[in-house]
C-alpha cells in the first residue's frame, strides 16, 4: 500500500494501527493485509487485547503458588482450596463504557466479569465492586454515579450473584474518567470440572450460544485503548447493551451441558466479541477453525462480516462439542430458551479460515494474531522515594485550628468518609445464602456449603497513598485488603489485580506502573500470596489529564469456619482496647491535601516486613477474648473508632497514656495521621492476660511490631484524651448525612 | 410427601429455598415452569424469588402464565398450602390467587436491608408461631398496594399476615405478607431462607420450612 496516500492514513486511523504495526503486519503476512484482516489486527492488537504496553512487566509478577491451578491465560484464575473445592476469580475494568454510558457500562461490566467465571464450569458466588469517581461537583458526577450504581445493581440483582463487599472512592483526577471495576468469585464444589477454553478434536463443531449479534459495541476493544478528547459523547454507538435475564439463562445452561460433560472447550465472547475467542481457542489448542460467520444469528441482517467479527453484543459465548453431542447440547439450551449454532469445525492445519456466504474472507494463522503482537518497551524511570519529609508538619488548616471534635465530624460528612449505604442498599447481598459478611463488614464473607469454611473477599488500592508514592501505594493496595483479612483470621490465598492507569506512551505513566507492581510484588512474595488473573486498563486520560494510578486489587482468602469471627465494630462496654502497629511509615492521612501542604510521608516499608506483619495480625486476631478489630485507615485513628461505634453505640476511652505510646508527637493533628500499619483490636477484660500472652507467642515473627493498651469500651460516647468527647449518636448522625450534603438529589 | 418448589426461568432463590426445606427435614422437589403437575402430590408449594422472566413486562407477569401456575392454581383451589417469598408474591398476585399488587418501590430504587415484622394473623402452616421476626429484604418492586375497601376485607378477613415495624418501601398499611381468604395460599416480600442460622445474621427465617 502507498503509505503516503490519505486511504493508507485513514486507514491506519480507523483502525488504530500506526505505520510501525502495519510494517509488522505486512512481514508477518509477507503480504499487504486485506480489509478483514486490517480489522482482526486491529482487534487483537489493541492495546485491551494484546496486552503490548505492560506484557513485559506482567511476566515478572509473583504468580507461583501450590494452590494455583489456573492463572494468567485462562478467562480467569483458579485457585485449589484443599477438600476438592476449588475457586475461579478475576477483577476487570469497565472504565471507558461507564463514563460514557453509565448504567450500561456498569452492567456489562458485572456482566464480563461474571462470563469469565462461569465459562470455566464455576458456578458465581459473590461480586466486589471497585469505584473511583471524580469530585461531587463535577460534571455529570451526579448522574454517573447514579448510573453505575443502577446498572451494578440492576444486573447483578437479576443474575442473582450477591455483591458482598466493594471500595469507593473520590478524588478529582476521576472527574473526566471513572473507574468502574468489577470483581467476581466463583466456586467449583467437589467433583465439579474446569473447563478451559483450549480446542481441541479435529472434526469438532464450533457453536454459538446465547444472544443474537447486533452492531453493539463494533470496535469496543479498540475504543477501550484510547484516551478521551472532547467528543467521547460521540462514543456512545461503541458501547454494548446488557441483558441480565439472558445471562442468567447462560449461566444456568452452560453449568449444566458442562455438567453433562456436553463441551469440549468454552470461551465467552468478550472485547472483541467472536474474534478474540475464536482466535485464541484456536490458537491455545493448536487447531485450525473453519468458520462460516454467515451462520451467525444475526440481529440485524444488513450486518457485514467485519461488523460480526467486531461486535461487542453481550451474553455470547463460544464452546467446542463433539458432532454426536450436539443434539443433546442444543436440547438443553433450548429448554432455557436458548439457540445453540452451529457455525463452524475444528480443522487440523493450525488456521483460522473466515467465510461469508460462499466467499473465503481469509485464512490466517491465529498466533500472527494472538502471539506476535507487538511488546512495547514503553520508556519509564525508576522512581525515588517521594514526597519524604524528614518530620511531620501537616496542620488541620480546614478545620479552622485545634479542634479534634469539629476536624472528626468533616471526615465522618467528608465523600470520602461518609456512609456508602445509598450504593450499597441497591445491591443485593444475600441471594446465594451464603453470605455472612455484608457490605457493612470491612470484608465480605460467602461460607462455603460443602466443607463449611469462610472464603473472605476484599477490594484494595488506596488512591491518596498512590498519590503519595507509587511504589508504597502498590505495596499497599496488597498489605491493607491482607491486613483486614487477617483481622478476622483469613490466610490471604490469590489476589486478582485491574491496573488503571493513564496514557502509558508517557514516561510518567510507565514510571509509577512499574513502581506500583514493583511494590505489589514484594507484598505478594511475602505472603505467598500470587497475583493469577486481572486485566489492565491504559489511556485512562481525559484530554490530556492521566487518572491517579489505580492498581486496584481483590484478595480471597481462607478461614476455618464462619464462626468467632471479630467484628469490625465495639460489641459490648468495659472490652479493652489495642492498637497493634507497625512503626515506620506515616502519612498525614487521607485529607492532608485539604489540610496541609500536599502529600508528605516520613519512613520507609519494605514488603517482607509488612508481610510478617500481617501474619502476626492474623494470629492475634484468633487470641481468646478478641470480639472486634479495624485497620485504622484514611483519617486515622480518631476516624477508626468512630466507625467502631457504629451501629453498636459502644464507644470508647481512650487515655492519654496509651494515646502517647501511639503518637509520642501528641497534639489534635496526631489523632488524624495514617500510619502504615496500625489496628484496634477488643478483647474481653477477662482474657487480657491471655490476649497478651498471645502477642507474646507470635511477636518473634515480627519483632518491630508493638501491642498497647490504649484504653477501654463505654456504652454511647467516644472520648479520646483531652482532645475530643463526642456522643456515639452525634458520630452515627454526621456519618450517615454525609452523603445526602454531597449528593443532594441522590438520598 | 414431597414439597414442591416452582422454577422460572430467571428464578434465582431456588436454591436457597431447596436448602432451607432440606435444612428443615422436608423432602423437596424441583416443578419446572414449563410443565403442569399432579396437584396432588405435594404437601405444600414454594414460590421462591428471583427476576422470572427477567421482570419484563411487569415482575411476575409473564411467570403467572406459565403452564405450572395452572397446577398452582388447582393446588390451591384443593387447599394445598402454598408460599410465595418476593417474586413469588410478585407472581401470586398477577396470577389472582393473592389480593393487591406490587409496584415499583417508593423512592424508586432497589432495597436491600434487614426489617423487623409483625405477625397480624398466624398462618396455620407457615411460621405458626407468628409474633415478630426480622428477615432481610431484597426488592426493586415491592409496594403492595390495594384498594381501600379491599384492604379493608383484608382486616375483616384477617388476611394481613405481616407488617413492617419501619415501612421500607411504602407499602399500603405497612403490608409486607398477606394471605387468600382460605389462607392456604401466603406470601411475603422478605426472604426467611436467608435468616436460617445464626451467622447469616439471624434465625427467624426457620419457621417458614418447619
Known amino acids: 500500500m502507498n503509505k503516503t496516500s490519505a486511504e493508507f492514513k485513514s486507514k491506519l486511523k480507523t483502525y488504530r494501527l500506526n505505520e510501525g504495526e502495519y510494517d509488522m503486519i505486512c512481514g508477518l503476512l509477507k503480504r499487504d493485509p486485506n480489509n478483514i484482516e486490517w480489522a482482526l489486527f486491529s482487534a487483537l492488537w489493541s492495546e485491551h487485547c494484546s496486552y503490548k504496553s505492560s506484557k513485559v512487566h506482567l511476566k515478572k509478577l509473583f504468580n507461583k503458588s501450590s494452590r494455583v491451578l489456573e492463572s494468567f491465560g485462562e478467562n480467569a484464575g483458579v485457585v485449589d482450596l484443599g477438600d476438592g473445592e476449588r475457586i475461579a476469580f478475576k477483577i476487570e475494568s469497565h472504565n471507558h463504557p461507564s463514563y460514557i454510558e453509565p448504567y450500561q457500562g456498569a452492567a456489562t461490566g458485572v456482566g464480563g466479569i461474571l462470563r ?150 468454552i470461551q465467552d465472547m468478550g472485547a472483541a466479541g467472536l474474534t478474540s475467542s475464536s482466535f485464541e481457542m484456536s490458537s491455545k489448542g493448536g487447531v485450525g477453525f473453519k468458520i462460516h460467520l454467515d451462520q451467525v444469528p444475526l440481529r440485524d441482517s444488513s450486518m457485514t462480516p467485519e461488523d460480526v467479527l467486531l461486535s461487542e453484543s453481550q451474553e455470547r459465548m463460544l464452546l467446542i462439542c463433539e458432532p454426536s453431542k450436539f443434539e443433546a447440547l442444543s436440547a438443553v439450551f433450548q429448554k432455557w430458551g436458548l439457540d445453540a449454532a452451529r457455525i463452524g469445525e475444528v480443522t487440523e492445519k493450525k488456521t483460522v479460515e473466515l467465510h461469508w456466504k460462499g466467499e473465503k474472507l481469509t485464512e490466517i494463522d491465529p498466533d500472527l494474531l494472538v502471539e506476535n503482537a ?102 499497599d493496595a496488597i498489605a491493607y485488603p491482607a ?173 492519654t497514656e496509651g494515646l502517647k505510646m501511639m503518637r509520642p508527637e501528641l497534639d489534635e493533628t496526631a489523632l488524624f495521621e495514617e500510619h502504615l500499619y496500625e489496628a484496634f483490636i477488643a478483647v474481653d477484660a477477662s482474657r487480657a492476660v491471655d490476649f497478651e500472652d498471645a502477642f507474646s507467642a507470635v511477636r518473634q515473627a515480627s519483632p518491630t511490631a508493638e501491642l498497647h493498651r490504649v484504653g477501654r469500651t463505654v456504652q454511647g460516647s467516644l472520648e479520646i484524651g483531652a482532645f475530643l468527647k463526642v456522643d456515639s449518636a452525634q458520630l452515627k448522625e454526621s456519618y450517615n448525612s454525609g452523603w445526602s450534603q454531597n449528593f443532594e438529589s441522590l438520598a | 410427601m414431597s414439597v414442591g ?97 406490587l409496584v415499583r418501590n417508593r423512592g424508586l430504587r432497589f432495597i436491600d436491608d434487614w426489617v423487623s415484622l409483625r405477625s397480624v394473623n398466624k398462618h396455620a402452616q407457615f411460621a405458626r408461631a407468628g409474633g415478630s421476626a426480622r428477615l432481610p429484604i431484597a426488592h426493586a418492586d415491592g409496594r403492595f398496594v390495594v384498594s381501600d375497601d379491599e384492604l379493608k376485607k383484608l382486616q375483616d378477613r384477617g388476611q394481613i399476615w405481616w407488617q413492617y415495624e419501619s415501612n421500607p418501601n411504602g407499602a399500603a398499611h405497612d403490608i409486607a405478607g398477606v394471605m387468600n381468604e382460605k389462607k392456604n395460599v401466603a406470601a411475603l416480600m422478605p426472604h426467611p431462607e436467608r435468616a436460617m442460622h445464626a451467622w447469616m445474621g439471624g434465625t427467624d427465617g426457620v419457621g417458614f420450612f418447619e
Not at chain 1, 129 to 153: E, K, N, W
Not at chain 2, 88 to 100: D, K, R, S, T, V
Open chain 1, 116 to 265: 469469565d467465571i462461569f465459562t470455566m464450569g464455576a458456578r458465581p458466588i459473590a461480586l466486589a465492586d471497585y469505584l473511583c469517581f471524580g469530585q461531587p461537583s463535577a460534571h455529570r458526577m451526579t448522574s454517573i454515579v447514579d448510573g453505575v450504581v443502577r446498572g451494578i445493581g440492576g444486573y447483578g440483582n437479576c443474575v442473582g450473584v450477591p455483591t458482598i463487599t466493594g471500595q469507593t472512592e473520590f478524588d478529582k483526577s476521576y472527574d473526566g474518567n471513572v473507574l468502574c471495576n468489577a470483581m467476581a468469585v466463583g466456586l467449583f464444589r467437589p467433583g465439579e470440572k474446569v473447563f478451559l477454553s483450549k480446542a481441541k478434536g479435529v472434526g469438532n463443531w464450533v457453536v454459538y450460544v446465547g444472544a443474537k449479534t447486533g452492531r453493539d459495541g463494533v470496535h469496543g476493544a479498540s475504543m477501550a485503548s484510547e484516551s478521551f478528547g472532547a467528543d467521547s459523547a460521540a462514543k456512545r454507538p461503541t458501547i454494548q447493551i446488557g441483558d441480565p435475564f439472558f445471562e442468567k439463562l447462560l449461566i444456568e445452561s452452560c453449568l449444566e451441558v458442562m455438567k453433562q460433560d456436553l463441551v469440549v472447550a
Open chain 1, 483 to 655: 491486613l483486614e483479612l487477617a483481622l478476622k483470621g483469613f490466610e490471604t490465598l490469590a489476589v486478582t489485580d485491574c491496573l488503571n492507569f493513564g496514557n502509558p506512551e508517557k514516561e510518567n505513566v510507565m514510571s509509577d506502573f512499574v513502581a506500583a507492581l514493583d511494590g505489589m510484588n514484594q507484598v505478594c512474595a511475602s505472603l505467598e500470596a500470587p497475583i493469577i488473573s486481572g486485566n489492565v486498563s491504559f489511556y485512562n486520560e481525559t484530554m490530556g489529564k492521566n487518572i491517579t494510578p489505580t492498581p486496584s486489587t481483590g484478595l480471597v482468602g481462607l478461614r476455618d469456619s464462619v464462626e468467632n469471627m471479630p467484628e469490625s465494630f465495639f460489641t459490648a462496654p468495659d472490652q479493652l482496647v489495642y492498637v497493634l502497629r507497625l512503626p515506620g511509615f506515616m502519612t498525614g492521612g487521607a485529607d492532608q491535601e485539604s489540610w496541609g501542604t500536599g502529600p508528605q510521608a516520613i519512613g520507609d516499608l519494605e514488603g517482607r516486613v509488612v508481610g510478617d506483619f500481617v501474619r502476626v495480625a492474623r494470629r492475634l486476631s484468633q487470641a481468646p477474648g478478641v470480639r472486634a478489630t479495624r485497620a485504622i485507615g484514611k483519617f486515622g485513628l480518631a476516624y477508626a473508632l468512630a466507625r467502631m461505634t457504629m451501629p453498636s453505640d459502644i464507644g470508647a476511652v481512650i487515655d
Open chain 2, 5 to 101: 418448589v416452582l422454577r422460572f426461568p430467571g428464578t434465582n432463590c431456588d436454591r436457597d429455598v431447596f436448602e432451607a426445606l432440606e435444612g428443615a427435614g422436608r423432602k423437596p422437589e424441583w416443578l419446572w415452569h414449563a410443565d403442569q403437575f399432579d396437584s396432588r402430590k405435594h404437601e405444600a408449594l414454594f414460590l421462591p424469588g428471583g427476576f422470572s422472566y427477567g421482570d419484563y413486562l411487569r415482575s411476575g407477569a409473564l411467570a403467572a402464565r406459565a403452564p405450572a401456575m395452572k397446577s398452582v392454581r388447582e393446588a390451591a383451589e384443593r387447599g394445598v398450602p402454598v408460599l410465595g417469598i418476593c417474586n413469588g408474591f410478585q407472581i401470586l398476585c398477577e396470577a389472582g390467587l393473592l389480593p393487591g399488587a
Open chain 1, 374 to 475: 507487538p511488546q512495547y518497551q514503553r520508556p519509564f524511570k525508576v522512581l525515588p522515594p517521594q514526597n519524604r519529609v524528614a518530620r511531620r508538619e501537616w496542620t488541620s488548616k480546614r478545620a479552622g485550628g485545634a479542634n479534634a471534635a469539629k476536624c472528626l465530624d468533616l471526615c465522618l460528612r467528608d465523600v470520602r468518609g461518609t456512609s456508602r449505604k445509598f450504593i450499597y442498599r441497591q445491591y443485593d447481598s444475600r441471594v446465594g445464602a451464603a453470605t455472612a459478611r455484608d457490605t457493612s463488614d470491612s470484608v465480605g464473607v460467602v461460607r462455603l456449603k460443602d466443607s463449611g469454611r469462610a472464603l473472605g473477599v476484599v477490594l484494595g488500592c488506596r488512591p491518596h497513598i498512590m498519590r503519595l508514592d507509587a511504589r508504597i501505594g502498590g505495596l
